[in-house]
């Protein structure tokens, strides 16, 4: 979403005649799109905000803006410890962005501007990355309160943007040239029931991918508890629904769960897993996981590993508990020594790492189409599987970036495939 966001951003600043500028200490607009998810995310603006004073202190008139969730939740603090800064804005209030920087060069005082409410979602208005892939957002906001998470504080209640909309604007986005369109939304399955005339995220995903020219569709993120027998259906029938789908386990634990208001059991998660596999063929499923919430013991991160063992998961993003002030796990006692959190964290991504290493194995001799994303960090092109399995390619023609090619994969890693072009 937030990558979304800086597109929306990057195409605002473009209509008004600003250009990217890679070396930071030469520009003079700097915007800071804040993530609040992890603690690290804060830590991380205050270093950039640390090192962006010296640069204003250099050129007066270089303007400095704080935006996304951090700036939403913690915009007292930013002005007060970095009066600096010039603009404060929220997540909700991205189109005022343009004036908000008109309004600084004429008045010469700082703004806060956060709005509470307010829908400014225009899906025309976003500066296109890729020419052959794009996110397009179908809601905005989470209505789910997990115990631990801050997302629902700083984005705000859930709105789903109408499907004619979403729609209208993939056919505009394909019609350009894009091949792969990823669906976003904290929880896509609750797409809908907002709307005047409800609609169900399976029926909107099933209208996306009657777009004639639309090659590859994928979505996230899936929350456990609604995805339903009829999604299952819809992915196992369309053949530009790529069979990939997170779905966050976060704990093995029915007790942890409960703390952390999940609203499903470890039973009923393996059954929608095993759900998965049988009726989507080749479906790779990826999860995350936190260890070390609080109130876990020993015994509930044994669970969780059992899980692990249990689906195989072909990847798993897995962090240490990180409390987030305001949400209702941070009142939560927490009983389990760091060191003691940093050691099960490595047992658990160990136990991933052999199980991804494996599956990726056993790709080895097979042929697969590949959508070229662009250049990895070995100079080799990098792209995606249908099961979104990241493949490197020793092949040098940049032509290819942005094609669907046929694949063979001679090796594997843990975290990615080799393969030659076939
Ligand atoms: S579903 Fe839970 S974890 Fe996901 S954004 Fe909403 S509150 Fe956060």
Do not use: W
Request: hydrophobic share 35%; proline share 3%; charged share 30%.
């Amino acid at each position: 979403m937030n990558e979304f966001d800086s597109e929306r951003i990057e195409f605002l600043l473009e209509e008004m005649d600003y250009r990217k500028e890679d070396d930071v200490s030469k520009a003079d607009l700097i915007i800071i799109n804040t993530c609040a998810v992890r603690e690290k995310a804060k830590n991380k603006l205050y270093g950039h905000l640390g090192r962006y004073k010296g640069y204003k202190e250099k050129n007066p008139d270089l303007l400095i803006c704080v935006g996304g969730c951090t700036a939403q939740n913690l915009k007292e603090k930013i002005i007060k410890d970095f009066p600096f800064v010039d603009i404060v804005f929220g997540t909700h209030n991205i189109s005022s962005i343009p004036s908000m920087i008109q309004k600084r060069l004429n008045d010469n005082k700082s703004i806060c501007s956060i709005l509470d409410e307010g829908f400014d979602y225009d899906l025309k208005k976003f500066k296109k990355n890729y020419s052959f892939k794009s996110y397009i957002p179908i809601s905005i906001g989470c209505n789910n309160f997990c115990s631990y998470c801050i997302v629902p504080f700083v984005r705000g209640k859930e709105i789903s943007i109408r499907p004619e909309v979403i729609l209208e604007n993939i056919e505009r986005l394909v019609e350009t040239g894009i091949l792969e369109i990823t669906l976003v939304g904290q929880n896509v399955n609750s797409y809908g029931k907002d709307l005047d005339k409800p609609i169900t995220f399976s029926e909107i995903l099933e209208r996306v991918s009657e777009i004639s020219g639309l090659k590859r569709i994928r979505f996230m993120t899936s929350h456990p508890k609604d995805l339903s027998k009829e999604l299952i259906n819809v992915i196992s029938q369309k053949e530009n629904i790529m069979p990939h789908i997170h779905l966050p386990l976060q704990s093995g634990s029915n007790k942890i769960l409960k703390l952390m208001n999940r609203h499903y059991t470890r039973e009923a998660f393996l059954l929608l897993t095993e759900e998965i596999r049988k009726k989507i063929k080749k479906c790779s499923i990826t999860t995350d996981i936190i260890v070390g919430f609080p109130g876990e013991e020993e015994k509930d991160f044994y669970d969780t590993l059992d899980m692990i063992e249990k689906i195989r998961f072909d990847r798993a993003f897995t962090f240490i508990y990180s409390k987030r002030e305001g949400t209702k796990s941070a009142d939560f006692k927490d009983n389990m020594p760091l060191s003691v959190k940093k050691a099960l964290f490595t047992e658990l991504v160990n136990v991933q790492n052999k199980i991804s290493m494996e599956k990726n194995q056993s790709k080895i001799g097979c042929k697969y189409k590949v959508l070229l994303e662009g250049n990895g960090p070995r100079c080799e092109l990098e792209g995606r599987l249908e099961d979104n399995t990241l493949v490197n390619l020793k092949y040098d023609d940049d032509e290819l970036i942005g094609k669907l090619i046929d694949v063979e994969i001679t090796e594997a890693k843990s975290f990615y495939l080799i393969g030659k072009k076939v």
